[in-house]
């Protein structure tokens, strides 16, 4: 059996590790440093808490320069940390290394499939949700799906059969560049004006002219990358997400709050600079963009 080498015991690591270990599968943790492998062995393992119930995972762990071959690896860092963190790792790689990588927005999963091609790399675009306690303790926090595609290869690969052991829910899509750019669309439209506006979800009810205005660039912006679908229901699958999340703080809102680095880079900075790229004109997507960067410069944040 291939063992689920896990790069990242954040959030989604922990969820991933902890049901592919419960499923008796093969896991081993790749953590940052010697502190981090230390305070981890005091633990005594990985802490899942599910409907109220908590469970120990006593998965075994190791720092980046272990020696054993990675034949599959899960990079469950954020977007700005993933490169750096594969490369520290890169050394270990088997012939035909799987890479799955987790990241949300755009822009760090090309990075690492371009500069380790030897490697499959597929990207996963998630809507479960976790939340970190403390060291080594996740909740899970919301059902979702994970969708999990190779944007080179259309071949689902053998081993999904280990997330269904491990009732981790997903789904093979040969598209999953669309799904990865509609989250990001979603994401741009509706996480930088919660942070603006210092509000949940659904009081950007209150702001439908600058939403539409976002929605409309974005959609062309979707257009030009070859969605004409997903852009024609952009503005209303915005809406019923705000609807469906309105009690809810964005992710990004939640980091801004809590001091931690966001990943704007990945997300509206992938939506202005790719459509830099390609000569679009998206007015209020960089209007946006420069306002949260002052933000964050404001609150002391890094601005990428
Ligand atoms: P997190 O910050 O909780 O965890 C990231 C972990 O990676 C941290 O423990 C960090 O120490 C570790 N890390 C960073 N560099 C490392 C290195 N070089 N070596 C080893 N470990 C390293 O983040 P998260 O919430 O789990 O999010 C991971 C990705 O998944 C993000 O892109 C996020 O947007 C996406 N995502 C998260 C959720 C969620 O609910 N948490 C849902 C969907 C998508
Ligand atoms: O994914 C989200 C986030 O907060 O990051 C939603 C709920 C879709 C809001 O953009």
Same mark, same amino acid.
């Given at each position: 059996?291939?063992?689920?080498?896990?790069?990242?015991?954040?959030?989604?690591?922990?969820?991933?590790?902890?049901?592919?270990?419960?499923?008796?599968?093969?896991?081993?943790?790749?953590?940052?440093?010697?502190?981090?492998?230390?305070?981890?062995?005091?633990?005594?393992?990985?802490?899942?808490?599910? %409907?109220?119930?908590?469970?120990?995972?006593?998965?075994?762990? /190791?720092?980046?320069?272990?020696?054993?071959?990675?034949?599959?690896?899960?990079?469950?860092?954020?977007?700005?940390?993933?490169?750096?963190?594969?490369?520290?790792?890169?050394?270990?790689?088997?012939?035909?290394?799987?890479?799955?990588?987790? @990241? %949300?927005?755009?822009?760090? @999963?090309?990075?690492?499939? !371009?500069?380790?091609?030897?490697?499959?790399?597929?990207?996963?675009?998630?809507?479960?949700?976790?939340?970190?306690? %403390?060291?080594?303790?996740?909740?899970? +926090?919301?059902?979702?799906?994970?969708?999990?595609?190779?944007?080179?290869?259309?071949? +689902?690969?053998?081993?999904?059969?280990?997330?269904?052991?491990?009732?981790?829910?997903?789904?093979?899509?040969?598209?999953?560049?669309?799904?990865?750019?509609?989250?990001?669309?979603?994401?741009?439209?509706?996480?930088?004006?919660?942070?603006?506006?210092?509000?949940?979800?659904?009081?950007?009810?209150?702001?439908?002219?600058?939403?539409?205005?976002?929605?409309?660039?974005? +959609?062309?912006?979707?257009?030009?990358?070859?969605?004409? /679908?997903?852009?024609?229901?952009?503005?209303?699958?915005?809406?019923?997400?705000?609807?469906?999340?309105?009690?809810?703080?964005?992710?990004?809102?939640?980091?801004?709050?809590?001091?931690?680095?966001?990943?704007?880079?990945?997300?509206?900075?992938?939506?202005? !600079?790719? +459509?830099?790229?390609?000569?679009?004109?998206?007015?209020?997507?960089?209007?946006?963009?420069?306002?949260?960067?002052?933000?964050?410069?404001?609150?002391?944040?890094?601005?990428?």
């Amino acid at each position: 059996m291939t063992t689920w080498h896990v790069l990242g015991a954040g959030s989604l690591g922990i969820l991933w590790a902890s049901r592919l270990a419960r499923a008796g599968l093969p896991v081993r943790l790749i953590l940052r440093n010697p502190d981090r492998l230390n305070d981890y062995r005091n633990a005594g393992g990985l802490r899942l808490t599910e %409907n109220g119930q908590t469970h120990l995972y006593r998965i075994p762990a /190791e720092l980046a320069q272990a020696d054993t071959p990675i034949r599959r690896l899960l990079v469950a860092c954020k977007a700005y940390d993933a490169e750096n963190a594969v490369a520290q790792v890169a050394s270990r790689f088997a012939e035909s290394c799987e890479i799955l990588l987790l @990241q %949300n927005g755009l822009g760090s @999963q090309q990075a690492v499939a !371009s500069r380790w091609p030897a490697a499959r790399c597929l990207f996963v675009s998630s809507t479960e949700g976790a939340y970190r306690q %403390n060291g080594f303790h996740a909740t899970f +926090a919301g059902q979702g799906q994970n969708w999990l595609g190779d944007p080179n290869d259309s071949t +689902a690969p053998a081993w999904l059969e280990d997330l269904a052991a491990a009732s981790i829910p997903h789904r093979w899509t040969t598209d999953i560049m669309g799904r990865l750019w509609h989250k990001l669309a979603l994401n741009c439209a509706i996480n930088p004006l919660t942070v603006l506006h210092d509000c949940r979800n659904g009081e950007l009810r209150a702001h439908p002219q600058a939403l539409d205005a976002l929605c409309d660039e974005l +959609a062309a912006l979707l257009v030009a990358n070859g969605y004409p /679908e997903l852009a024609a229901g952009l503005a209303e699958d915005v809406r019923q997400v705000i609807e469906a999340t309105a009690a809810n703080y964005s992710s990004m809102y939640q980091d801004v709050h809590a001091g931690r680095r966001t990943e704007i880079t990945y997300l509206l900075g992938h939506a202005c !600079s790719t +459509a830099a790229l390609i000569g679009l004109k998206v007015p209020h997507l960089d209007g946006l963009h420069r306002r949260l960067q002052t933000l964050l410069d404001r609150r002391g944040l890094p601005r990428d």
